[in-house]
């Protein structure tokens, strides 16, 4: 098995369903589930009136090597990675948190990815009004805080995403996030407020 030449990732015959992942089948169906739920809808309208409208597959099932949920990138897409997915409500976050990416890099005509303060206000952004850092979903990850936790999961999380940038050092990410902090993350575009 391990000397077969491994299928190309999106080919249907790929079955990412490892460790309890899903297969690029399933993972596109509950992408296609997502689409349905409110913040969805509002995040897809928002960018069609950003006149950033999105085609049918800008939100691709993919098998990922390295351990994270998904990624945004400019002229692909949103990418799910099936093979890390176990429920709905992991690939709704998803879509909505990279939702938020695609937002930010429709309306900042000079967004720079490769700036680490341009990439730590996305991550604040989306780490804040996505609600990955819910009470219960920071529960769940083990991180349990009364007091400020949610400003605390934002704080990590962003550390984590813009580490993973190659032109962003630990020391560079960390200055970044916190010169962008107040601005980031008060700003609530296209939301009137924090969902």
């Known amino acids: 098995m391990a000397d077969e030449p ?32 409110p913040m969805v809808k509002f995040l897809l309208k928002h960018l069609e009136q950003a006149g950033c409208g999105i085609g049918d597959r800008f939100i691709k099932a993919v098998h990922c090597d390295k351990q ?5 990138a400019r002229g ?5 990675c099936g093979n890390h997915m176990n429920i709905q409500d992991e690939v709704n976050q998803v879509v ?11 309306r900042a005509a000079n967004l720079n990815w ?9 991550e604040i952004r989306a780490g804040h009004l996505s609600g990955d850092c819910h009470y219960k ?17 934002v704080r990590r999380r962003v550390m984590k ?16 996030m916190e010169a962008v902090w107040d ?10 407020r924090a969902p």
């Open 183 to 192: 601005v980031c993350y008060n700003d609530t575009q296209p939301f009137d």
């Open 161 to 176: 995403s813009v580490i993973a940038n190659p032109y962003c050092s630990e020391a560079a990410a960390k200055d970044a």
């Open 137 to 153: 979903r920071e529960l769940l990850r083990g991180f349990v805080k009364i007091r400020g936790h949610e400003q605390d999961c």
């Open 96 to 106: 909505i948190h990279e939702l938020i990416h695609a937002f930010d890099d429709c």
């Open 6 to 37: 491994a299928p190309e990732p999106g080919s249907s015959s790929f079955s990412s369903a490892i460790n309890g992942g899903k297969t690029l089948e399933e993972c596109q169906d509950m992408i296609q589930r997502s689409l349905r739920i």
């Open 114 to 122: 490769a700036n680490c303060a341009h990439h730590a206000c996305s």
């Open 76 to 80: 692909e897409g949103i990418l799910v």
């Open 68 to 72: 994270i949920a998904g990624g945004y």
